[in-house]
């Protein structure tokens, strides 16, 4: 027996009462950081879970926000391919749980944790929810629950499959054992050719770790039914900004129309409870501005703010330029996708890892730009609304980028039916 081996049927021997013994520690760590405690009868198959074992059921599987986010076509298209199956999906966080309920109550016939990776709970969680195939999305490798659905016979995949550049040497470090992990897989289906390398490079099975692409980039684009601009305006779209970036948007602004006269913003925040905030900054600039609650335009105005609700991915169709919010301060940004699919150029803060896959694809194609500082910031949106040929090259990239990511849907759904009865 090899020491990744030993290690691995010492882990499966590890029982749910040695994990309560430390989880009251590792609780008061979370405290200290704001974090909520860990649901831990939940995740250790403690409370009355539902019973499908006389059902047929495909189970999916994702982390937190990010991930529940990307599941939601997915969601849509098994319910639709699949109507005699039930879709049980799991989450690994309160956020991701919060937002499945919210979002997925409607097709998801069960929404619950996924459990700790302790085989005793695994083993009890697998026979009530009983899958006949499970999906796991992105990056979570769990020896114990990887192991007991092998044993049962349980296709696992995983889906929209990555390996990021900082995890990737610390994978390294434990190639030998990973490499057992990955084979209790039925498939890796990855986002990128990259990341097919890197999971091979484990150990994981190269005829069963294919690309698939990725499945954040299928969304839909919205039909855009505003008129805003005035005839020969260009329009810089400031969207989802949060308290501390208007401030760093309207500077800009500023020295970019000193520059381009015609230039027009549209000002989106985030939570529309800050929009006396930033009326009350906006009186420190000599800009005219109106509001999209009251039928406010371009004619008269040089910013409209987007003071409503569900018209803001619709707008990017009007835009030449976009900058992502909540990527110059702590959130971690939000998602370029939806100014992407109408192949915008999209500039952010430093602020990312909300979103820093899909960036990370965009930046490689040079589709999309993260910048370091308000200097930075300034430079690359003035080059792309000065330089004609840079611009252009750009949006090119843009909708190049889109169309190469499309399939990854399907894909899955191609998987499915040649596993399910």
Known sequence: MSLEEYILNQLKKIKPNTLKKV????????????????????????????DFSNDKVIMLHGVSVGEVLSLENLIKKIKENFPSHKLVLTTGTKTGQELAIKKYSDYADYITYFPLDIYESVEKFLNKINPEVILIAETELWPNFAQCAKEKNIPLYIINARISDKSYPSYLKLKNFFKLVLNFYSGIFCQSELDKKRFISLGANPDTTCVMKNLKFEIAKKECDIDLLSSNSKLFIAASTHSGEDIIVLETYKKLKEK???????LAPRHLTRLDE?????????????????????????????????????????????????????????????ATIFSKPVVSGPSIKN???????????????????????????????????????????????????????????????????
């Open 23 to 50: 989880v009251p520690l590792i609780d008061y760590i979370r405290k200290l950081k704001n974090k909520p405690p860990i649901p831990l009868k939940e995740k250790l198959a403690e409370i009355e879970l539902k």
């Open 260 to 266: 381009i006269k015609d230039l027009k913003l549209l």
């Open 278 to 338: 930033i009326e009350k900054l906006l009186k420190n600039f000599d800009f005219k501005y109106g509001l999209r609650t009251n039928n406010d335009n371009f004619s008269q105005n040089d910013i409209i703010i987007l003071n409503t609700l569900g018209e803001l991915s619709k707008v990017y169709k009007l835009a030449d330029v976009v900058f992502i919010g909540g990527s110059f301060n702590k959130t971690g940004g939000h998602n370029p996708l939806e």
């Open 355 to 421: 979103f820093r896959d899909i960036y990370s694809i965009l930046e490689h194609e040079n589709a999309a730009f993260v910048v370091k500082d308000k200097k930075s910031f300034y430079e690359k949106l003035y080059k792309l609304l000065s330089d004609e040929e840079f611009y252009q090259t750009t949006t090119k990239n843009s909708q190049k980028c889109f169309e190469s990511q499309q399939g990854a849907c399907q894909f899955v759904i191609d998987v499915l039916k040649t596993k399910l009865k």
